[in-house]
């Protein structure tokens, strides 16, 4: 599985990006997908996750309320959509796979490369 993330950039505290990661093969539609962030200096953290077919989703606490993850299978695609943007969501954002599928117990095996969002006071 290859994942390519982009549409990460500069936006100032406050405003909104939205995140996109194309997943190559044929299965996407049965991959539970997920989005982690890595800011410089610190380990890579948990950003939530959606199901095969996006009725379930998890945020973590940290970007609830504010970012929402939604997929496209049609198109391969899985977004993250952030809003009210705060300085310390500054990282790189990567996506991720768990081509098992099963919500109940996620466990992400493929990562992209990610895409760096800064966000400035």
């Known amino acids: 599985v290859q994942l390519q993330a982009y549409g990460g950039g500069l936006v100032q505290a406050g405003g909104s990006l939205r995140l996109s990661c194309v997943a190559s093969?044929?299965?996407?539609?049965?991959?539970?997908m997920g989005w982690f962030r890595q800011a410089p200096g610190k380990e890579r953290e948990f950003v939530g996750a959606?199901?095969?077919?996006?009725?379930?989703?998890y945020d973590a606490d940290s970007v609830k309320g504010r970012f929402t993850i939604s997929r496209d299978n049609a198109k391969n695609t899985v977004y993250l959509q952030m809003n009210s943007l705060k300085p310390e969501d500054t990282a790189v954002y990567i996506c991720?796979?768990?081509?098992?599928?099963?919500?109940?117990?996620?466990?992400?095996?493929?990562w992209g490369q990610g895409t760096l969002v800064t966000v400035s006071s």
């Open positions: 991720a796979v768990d081509q098992q599928g099963d919500w109940t117990k996620i466990a992400f095996d493929y």
């Open positions: 093969g044929r299965t996407f539609s049965s991959y539970t």
């Open positions: 959606i199901s095969r077919t996006g009725t379930r989703r």
